[in-house]
């Protein structure tokens, strides 16, 4: 039980270091000319709010890092105490910007597994940036969608 306790500690440990590491622009973090401003959780110059989803047990954070006319990036925290996190959001992942689809989709970040990940999906731009931006989550306990409004 101690073993179990320790690698437990040692796992969330790991993974708030990464998250951090990620969020102050280290390995597959945001383009160096982004940054977070602290006080209102926005993208400077993207205006976009993060936004939070509980999906059957499973606290999802999504975080607009850039979408525009070369893509979208957005900074997925999955956090959980009751379901084995195995969605592959590289497959499971869909965004759509003004009824459009956009891809290919790409996943940096943990693998399937565990109840804490986090990392980037990346999209490919099929459009211009303006209209509605909708992102969709499959393969958690219940579909997360959360959407926002993109200013041309």
Do not use: C, K, N
């Amino acid at each position: 039980m101690r073993r179990v306790l320790i690698v437990g500690i040692a796992a969330f440990v790991a993974v708030a270091a990464w998250v951090i590491f990620v969020r102050a622009g280290g390995a597959g973090g945001p383009p160096s000319g982004s940054s977070v401003r602290a006080s209102q959780g926005t993208r400077e110059g993207l205006g976009l709010l993060p936004r939070t989803v509980e999906a059957g047990g499973v606290t999802v954070l999504v975080e607009p890092v850039r979408i525009d006319g070369s893509g979208a990036v957005f900074l997925i925290t999955l956090d959980t105490h009751t379901v084995e996190l195995t969605a592959d959001l590289g497959r499971t992942a869909r965004l759509d910007v003004d009824g459009v689809g956009w891809g290919p989709v790409r996943w940096v970040g943990d693998p399937p597994g565990g109840h804490h990940r986090g990392g980037e999906l990346r999209f490919g731009a099929s459009g211009p940036a303006e209209g509605e931006a909708r992102l969709t989550l499959g393969g958690l306990p219940e579909p997360v969608e959360v959407r926002w409004s993109l200013e041309a």
